[in-house]
């Protein structure tokens, strides 16, 4: 008799609905939002732990939906897996880099139709 593992999870994620407009790094998913923000390395160094990225949302209709994946286990991976995936529907109407020890805003990006 073989052992198994059994893994369940839930993930909460935003579903861009203006992603087009949104400057995405070219990734398998999850896709990433890339920005460079110029700074001095020095400074960059000195505030690298304290950066935090904000997402300015507004709600989209149908606003939520939900997912779910299933793994069998098997007799080389003995694990199960499932994962219940919650989606909330946004358009992004800007995305912020700010310091959160100091409040300073580094960048804010909108969105707009030359990204692809």
Not at 32 to 58: D, L, S
């Amino acid at each position: 008799m073989q052992e198994i593992d059994e893994y369940g999870f839930k993930e909460y994620k935003l579903l861009v609905a203006n992603s087009v407009k949104v400057p995405f790094v070219d990734s398998p998913a999850p896709r990433r939002i890339h920005v460079e923000v110029p700074m001095p390395p020095e400074k960059a160094k000195e505030v690298k732990a304290q950066i935090q990225v904000m997402a300015v949302c507004k709600l989209t209709a149908p606003f939520t939906s939900l997912g779910k994946f299933h793994k069998e286990p098997t007799r080389d991976d003995p694990k199960s897996v499932n994962i219940e995936h919650h989606y909330l529907k946004v358009n992004i109407l800007a995305i912020w880099i700010y310091n959160y020890a100091t409040g300073a805003v580094y960048a804010r990006i909108q969105p707009t139709s030359e990204f692809r």
